[in-house]
Antibody
Framework: QVQLQESGPGLVKPSETLSLTCVVSDYSISSGYYWGWIRQPPGQGLDWIGTIYHSGTTHYNPSLKSRVTISVDTSKNHFSLSLSPVTAADTAVYYC???????????WGQGALVTVSS | IQMTQSPSALSASIGDRITITCRASQSIDSSLAWYQQRPGKAPDLLIYEASSLHSGVPSRFSASAFRSGTEFTLTITSLQPDDFATYYCQQYYLYPLTFGGGTRVEIE
């Protein structure tokens, strides 16, 4: 059973950088699939942030593209999200997930709440 | 591509049959997934390729595609207590990947 676990600070100051890592267990990122980040502001719906392939190929949501970077470290079997600079509007639960191809996201992390506040 | 779900919320009883609709702003062929999200939990994949049941999903869930890849439905027959949740559709035909606004299924 593939498992994903997000980690990172739960509180980030405005104008600073949000950084999260997703550790993947029981599956090697190098074996394939796309790996993505999705966020959900409190009480709202789901927003796709971006996706990375094990080779490093990325796709980003144009609404965030200038502020977001997704990277992968196959040696540590994890991938990471960086969003900068942040505002209060970036307060959300951030999920990492594996994407089938073609298909939807079949395995998800439990989610990490990140609050942007001074 | 914009994804529009209807209704945004519905009330139903245990044992009811319900249908949720998702419309795409352009044809997405069969590149559609459905998710269930319970409060405080990550979404769970139910359906992919518009009508294929994901592994382990009960057969009371089914989905279809209509109107040349722009209209999709998710049907739950015989609602169970665990089915009261929010449901999202998502297209993966083109980047950026986009989700519908969600349909909250509540107990009547």
């Amino acid at each position: 059973q593939v498992q994903l676990q997000e980690s990172g600070p739960g509180l980030v100051k405005p104008s600073e950088t949000l950084s999260l890592t997703c550790v993947v267990s029981d599956y090697s990122i190098s074996s394939g699939y796309y790996w993505g980040w999705i966020r959900q502001p409190p009480g709202q719906g789901l927003d796709w942030i971006g996706t990375i392939y094990h080779s490093g190929t990325t796709h980003y949501n144009p609404s965030l593209k200038s502020r977001v970077t997704i990277s992968v470290d196959t040696s540590k079997n994890h991938f990471s999200l960086s969003l900068s600079p942040v505002t209060a509007a970036d307060t959300a639960v951030y999920y990492c997930a594996r994407r089938q191809f073609p298909g939807g996201f079949d395995y998800w992390g439990q989610g990490a709440l990140v609050t942007v506040s001074s | 591509i914009q994804m529009t779900q209807s209704p945004s919320a519905l009330s139903a009883s245990i044992g009811d049959r319900i249908t949720i609709t998702c419309r795409a702003s352009q044809s997405i062929d069969s590149s559609l997934a459905w998710y269930q999200q319970r409060p405080g939990k990550a979404p769970d994949l139910l359906i992919y390729e518009a009508s294929s049941l994901h592994s382990g999903v009960p057969s009371r869930f089914s989905a279809s595609a209509f109107r040349s890849g722009t209209e999709f439905t998710l049907t739950i027959t015989s609602l169970q207590p665990d089915d009261f949740a929010t449901y999202y559709c998502q297209q993966y035909y083109l980047y950026p990947l986009t989700f519908g606004g969600g349909t909250r299924v509540e107990i009547e």
